[in-house]
T-cell receptor
Framework: NAGVTQTPKFQVLKTGQSMTLQCAQD?????MYWYRQDPGMGLRLIYY???????DKGEVPNGYNVSRLNKREFSLRLESAAPSQTSVYFC????????????FGDGTRLSIL | AQSVTQPDIHITVSEGASLELRCNYS??????LFWYVQSPGQGLQLLLK??????LVQGIKGFEAEFKRSQSSFNLRKPSVHWSDAAEYFC??????????????FGKGTKLSVIP
């Protein structure tokens, strides 16, 4: 009963490097989300996928791309990492769209030097 | 635009004391309101939610919240705090189910410390 699984848990990158954060859920949820959490800022939505095959921008999408690989998996890619992207990234999923309560993973702590 | 304000960045209470965490929201339609808790190094866990019905909502871990439309508030309460309640608490607002909007807006959080 894993829920939402994120990999890796920690990562350090150099400026300009690329990286993909992985997220998988085993709850048969339709909707998946990527957030970033910065000190004193709460959570801000980067991208979401209302259902398999669709993705949409959230509040802070610049510098990121996403792929909804299948119903279970939703990945977040940084093509050219910048220090401003140092953050904790959370993946979440929900039973259906329209803001049903979301289940969160434990986060990926990403540092960009 | 929707927004959530949690006026208290950090609150310290003694174990056994009562707790109230404040949340004010701005939303142009009927809001769907949530409280989440985050323990250090963990993701967010849903405590409770509300969008219709009784304005006093019961959640997990002994928490409750009261929706007051006239005050645009959704404050979280607990009668007697336990040391294990020390964590960060987030209020969030979004569209009601079926409204077609997927944007959840979170407050900046209130960190709760508990004195033994």
């Amino acid at each position: 009963n894993a829920g939402v699984t994120q990999t890796p848990k920690f990562q350090v990158l150099k400026t300009g490097q690329s990286m993909t954060l992985q997220c998988a859920q085993d709850m048969n949820h339709n909707s998946m989300y990527w957030y970033r959490q910065d000190p004193g800022m709460g959570l801000r939505l980067i991208y979401y996928s209302a259902s398999e095959g669709t993705t949409d921008k959230g509040e802070v999408p610049n510098g990121y791309n996403v792929s909804r690989l299948n119903k279970r998996e939703f990945s977040l890619r940084l093509e050219s990492a910048a220090p401003s992207q140092t953050s904790v990234y959370f993946c979440a999923s929900s039973v259906e769209g329209s803001n049903q309560p979301q289940h969160f993973g434990d986060g990926t702590r990403l540092s960009i030097l | 635009a929707q927004s959530v304000t949690q006026p208290d960045i950090h609150i310290t209470v003694s174990e056994g004391a009562s707790l109230e965490l404040r949340c004010n929201y701005s939303y142009g339609a009927t809001p769907y309101l949530f409280w989440y808790v985050q323990s250090p190094g963990q993701g967010l866990q849903l405590l409770l939610k509300y969008f219709s019905g009784d304005t006093l909502v019961q959640g997990i871990k002994g928490f409750e919240a009261e929706f007051k439309r006239s005050q645009s508030s959704f404050n979280l309460r607990k009668p007697s705090v336990h040391w294990s309640d020390a964590a960060e608490y987030f209020c969030a607002v979004g569209a009601v189910p079926g409204a077609g909007s997927y944007q959840l807006t979170f407050g900046k959080g209130t960190k709760l410390s508990v004195i033994p």
